[in-house]
């Protein structure tokens, strides 16, 4: 008899990955248009919880309404004899997994970003109910985690209890990240690796050091330490890091080689602080991303609850399209927000010298772990609006940047040898861009380039 022969709908791996539409959707949790909403575990007593207890405290999903997003929360509370405070993160980040092995149920990203969708089809079927989904988490993290020996669980949709215990949430989330920094990537020898979310990215793979949290945000050096030791053959893993090839880029050769076996051999190599050449992988959970903007030579970085238009006109969503899917794209760097408060943060580009826009919330959230000087010369959304305005913004405060557009400009090639670029125009399916239709050609315009040729040659096409 399967374990879950009392829920309505299947549970499997084979949901992992499942993806809901909004036109199928019969409701959704959290997601980017609501300011509160958050997932958090709590390491507790054994006397302090009651196994298997599921509260609901605000309306259950028959009272939601139809197609439309809420506020949610999820507390969950554990408890066993190797339980630590350590492991809180990630048995948090096993929400995401589990909640994905439900037929019919999307669950994205983690902590305070948090995005979930019941589809109508398992509606329909009898999924109606967060009693269904606390059986199922409950027993998935005693079947999965045999450490766990008492679960209880809340579900929250009220809004003035979720917004009490987001401010509770985020004081944790804050404690919890402040307890690596001080560390130094070469005071180790072993790093982590996390493929949790290789249903959704299949040649992704975390690599969590010190000073590179886990993209999501959720899971640090300590917490990937916490759950290897408990749960050896789980998704969160030691990595022996090796030789260090380059300790600019961090590329080291342990994770080379893991990279290599675990994306069985689509992704060569690894350098863990730069965003060109060979960057980080992502999945698509990430918290922001940084992008760059050839424009000024520099780059912007965005977070997922940015809701406007970066200074170049794009949106989050459309820079996360061309960052995920287990890809490296130069110029593309999904990141955590922890990671930005690291030394290593894009050390081989240059680190904050080379950091041109932010969101201002972002920036106020970060700019204690920001060097001082950089701080004024950074623009937001409130200080400009296209890249004319950056340039000019960047070019009257001095921003370091504005010292390579000189030096560029010195060193460019004058007089002979100097061409007019022409426009290039190539199909839409030569280039990762989404949302443009097949078939489409696009054309992209060079402004103000110059090629240097030691020798041109013109031969006749006959075939024309």
């Known amino acids: ?99 994905n092995f439900i037929e019919g149920f999307m669950h994205l990203n983690q902590r305070y970003d948090i995005q979930m969708r019941l589809s109508m089809k398992s509606y329909q079927k009898g999924f109606n109910s967060f009693n269904h989904m606390g059986t199922v988490l409950s027993r998935l993290y005693k079947t999965e985690m045999s450490f766990i020996e008492k679960i209880q669980l809340t579900f929250m949709t009220d809004p003035e209890v979720i917004k009490e215990w987001y401010g509770k949430a985020m004081e944790i989330y804050e404690a919890r990240d402040a307890r690596a920094r001080g560390m130094n990537d070469d005071d180790v020898e072993v790093f982590y690796g996390c493929s949790l979310c290789q249903s959704f990215a299949p040649t992704h793979l975390c690599v969590i050091t010190p000073q590179r949290y886990a993209n999501c945000g959720a899971i640090s050096w300590f917490d990937g330490r916490a759950t290897a030791k408990v749960d050896p053959k789980g998704p969160v ?49 990430f918290e922001g991303c940084a992008f760059f903007i050839p424009e000024v030579d520099g780059y912007g970085v965005v977070h997922r609850n940015y809701k406007g238009e970066t200074v170049n006109g794009l949106s989050f969503v459309t820079i996360s399209d061309l960052t995920a899917g287990g890809r490296q794209v130069d110029g593309f760097h999904g990141l955590s927000i922890e990671y930005m408060r690291s030394p290593k943060f894009l050390a081989a580009d240059g680190g904050w010298d080379r950091v041109v826009w932010m969101p201002e919330e972002i920036k106020e959230r970060i700019k204690n772990y920001m060097p001082p000087e950089i701080i ?69 315009i060079l402004k103000n380039a110059k090629i240097k040729a030691e020798k041109m040659i013109i031969k006749v096409d006959k075939g024309r």
């Not at 909004?22 to 302090?48: I, T």
């Not at 509260?55 to 197609?67: A, H, S, V």
């Not at 675990?262 to 992704?267: A, P, R, T, W």
């Not at 060569?268 to 960057?279: M, R, S």
């Open 1 to 99: 008899m399967s374990m879950f022969e009392d829920i309505p709908v299947d549970v499997g791996i084979i949901y992992e990955g499942e993806r809901i539409r909004g036109r199928d959707m019969q409701v959704e949790l959290g997601g980017p248009r609501e300011d509160y909403k958050f997932e958090l575990v709590q390491a507790r007593g054994m006397d302090e919880i009651e196994d298997g207890r599921i509260t609901i405290i605000g309306k259950d999903i028959p009272e939601l309404e139809e197609g439309k997003n809420t506020t949610f929360g999820l507390l969950i509370e554990v408890a066993g004899k190797e339980i630590e405070k350590d492991l809180e993160g990630v048995i948090e980040r096993r929400i995401h997994e589990y909640c």
């Open 237 to 285: 893993f030691e990595i022996l890091k090796g030789d260090c090839i380059d300790p600019l880029t961090g590329e080291y050769e342990g994770v080379d080689q893991v990279i290599r076996e675990k994306s069985l051999g689509e992704i060569e190599k690894v350098q863990l602080y730069t965003a060109f050449g060979y960057p980080h992988t992502s999945c698509g959970c």
């Open 376 to 444: 004024p010369k950074i623009a937001t959304e409130n200080t400009v609006s296209s890249l004319d305005e950056l340039r000019t913004f960047l070019t009257e405060k001095g921003h370091p940047i504005v010292e390579t557009w000189i030096e560029a400009a010195v060193e460019a090639p004058k007089g002979v040898g100097e061409l007019a670029v022409p426009t290039l125009e190539m199909p839409a399916s030569a280039l990762p861009i989404q949302g443009i239709p097949a078939g489409m050609g696009i054309r992209i």
